[in-house]
């Protein structure tokens, strides 16, 4: 047993600096949280190992071109990175990146809404993780422009309702979200609502969720995606493999959305912090020109369903658009066998490169 007396509120601070690179350090043993990357451009945490903080992993905060490469971040009171950068309302990318870094037993002490990675801006990159072990979800995502792709979720959302290994929350202005070539194992907590691979709550629509796959994930009326009260999403191209359901809906039905649309709240999302009226958000998501049209409509199609308990689930009315979700047995085969190329030609999927998933060429993993 370690009992820690450093309380400073991070162990390593860089203000507005650039191309600095720091590599293969161990930093442990806190408090509080180990590292803070304020302003500045080009800073790189790279081949670092972060242990036993009783805060948090890593903040980033504003500057660009930040990035976390080949670390490892474990044992962590609350959520392992926490970056915020870009501009929404001008779309200005941060290109911050976070790849091929392990994050695992997070939000110990904090039990809910502390994830391995929260991000909050525009343009950002999460590829190449794994992501595990956790009572609550993997990812937050709140803003536009982000990549999350060829990253491992598994075991979060173990003691939380109504999460998801992803989750998105409450405000259509967010888009150009593209979730591809991820898999999702092993998220099947809850108690009221479930868990779900990915969740997109409270509105959240435009985004595309493509090649992923999603193994026993959703649990009690949660599928391994769950839509809720959202429009425009694309659920694409995905494996689902004895999940609850593959897809689950929520829906609200015209009358909620269009008052929702007209809440005070959500009219500040939309045309105060940005607004989705102008010619640069129209330009860049088109599908915003018809906000107001065809609630509840979101397209899944060309997705292989292998084993689960429903299809879909929630789909009273049948307003989704549907198209060629073949329902197959397992067999006792695994998820990997159904994911090389014949296969999923037989179904009707394009190649989904299961080899690329996960963390490459980090010197804190096996």
């Known amino acids: 047993v370690t009992l820690s007396v450093f309380n400073a509120p991070f162990m390593v601070e860089i203000k507005d600096c650039s191309n600095i690179t720091i590599q293969g350090l161990s930093f442990q043993e806190s408090r509080e949280s180990a590292v803070l990357i304020s302003g500045g451009k ?3 945490l790279k081949d670092c190992r972060f242990e036993r903080f009783g805060h948090d992993g890593i903040h980033i905060e504003g500057g660009s071109e930040h990035g976390i490469s080949g670390c490892l971040l474990r044992t962590l009171g609350f959520r392992g990175i926490d970056i915020k950068g870009g501009d929404r309302k001008t779309l200005t990318a941060a290109n911050h990146f976070i790849e091929n870094t392990v994050v695992e037993y997070f939000s110990l002490f904090k039990r809910t809404y502390e994830p391995a990675v929260h991000l909050d801006g525009c343009g950002m990159r999460i590829s190449n993780n794994r992501f595990s072990h956790s009572s609550s979800s993997a990812m937050r995502l709140e803003g536009n422009d982000f990549t999350i792709e060829y990253n491992e979720v598994s075991q979060v959302v173990n003691e939380s309702d109504d999460q998801g290994g992803i989750d998105i929350f409450y405000n259509p202005s967010y888009r150009g979200i593209n979730i591809r070539y991820n898999r999702w194992s092993d998220i099947s907590g809850g108690t009221h609502s479930g868990a779900a691979g990915v969740r997109l709550d409270d509105m959240i629509s435009g985004v595309t969720i493509y090649g992923n ?11 391994g995606v769950q839509i ?19 897809v689950s809906f929520s829906r609200w039905g015209e009358k909620r959305w269009l008052k929702e649309l007209d809440t005070l709240a959500i009219r500040k999302k939309i045309y105060e912090e940005v607004d989705i009226r102008s010619a640069l958000y129209l330009g860049k998501y088109p599908e915003l020109k ?4 065809n609630a509840d409509v979101n397209t899944v199609k060309n997705n292989l369903i292998i084993d689960c308990k429903n299809e879909f689930l929630r789909n009273k009315k049948d307003v989704q658009i549907l198209l060629n979700n073949p329902v197959i047995q397992a067999n006792e085969k695994n998820a990997e066998a159904f994911c090389t190329p014949e296969t999923l030609k037989e ?3 394009k190649p989904i490169p299961f080899e690329k998933i996960g ?3 980090n010197p804190w993993i096996k």
């Open 42 to 44: 080009n800073c790189l």
């Open 213 to 223: 796959i999603f193994e026993r994930c959703g649990s009690v009326i949660f599928g």
């Open 228 to 246: 809720h009260g959202g429009k425009d999403n694309l659920v694409e191209n995905n494996l689902f493999y004895k999940c609850n359901a593959a």
């Open 290 to 293: 018809t906000i107001r049209e």
């Open 347 to 349: 179904y009707g999927l």
């Open 359 to 361: 963390p490459k060429n």
